[in-house]
């Protein structure tokens, strides 16, 4: 399957995957306003044999067949950075948890 790959300008380190190119309107309205602009970023052919870095394919096929967009967040924190002396002691946003 080809797809296009955007990334959210908005919301650091948030991409968005479309099944076809610039077609926004697929898009829940909630989550586009929460994406703001995107900026064009990678044109892929995908199938079920390929590895992506961060993502399950089979899940992101899935979605792109089943609504037409699949949305990739940020890596969550690995346990070893959250452990990790430098981390523990500096200043985190309070609206993370």
Not at 2 to 20: D, E, M, P, Q
Not at 51 to 64: F, G, T, Y
Not at 72 to 79: D, G, I, K, N, Y
Request: hydrophobic content about 40%.
């Amino acid at each position: 399957m080809h797809c296009f790959v955007y990334i959210s300008l908005r919301k650091a380190g948030t991409y968005l995957w479309l099944a076809r190119r610039d077609d926004f309107s697929v898009l829940p309205e909630s989550l586009a306003l929460m994406l703001g602009d995107l900026r064009f970023v990678l044109e892929v052919e995908l199938h079920p044999e390929r590895r992506l870095p961060q993502e399950d394919v089979h899940i992101v096929l899935e979605h792109l067949v089943t609504q037409g967009w699949h949305l990739q967040l940020p890596p969550s924190e690995t346990l070893a950075t959250a452990n990790h002396p430098a981390y523990k002691n500096a200043p985190h946003d309070s609206q993370d948890g």
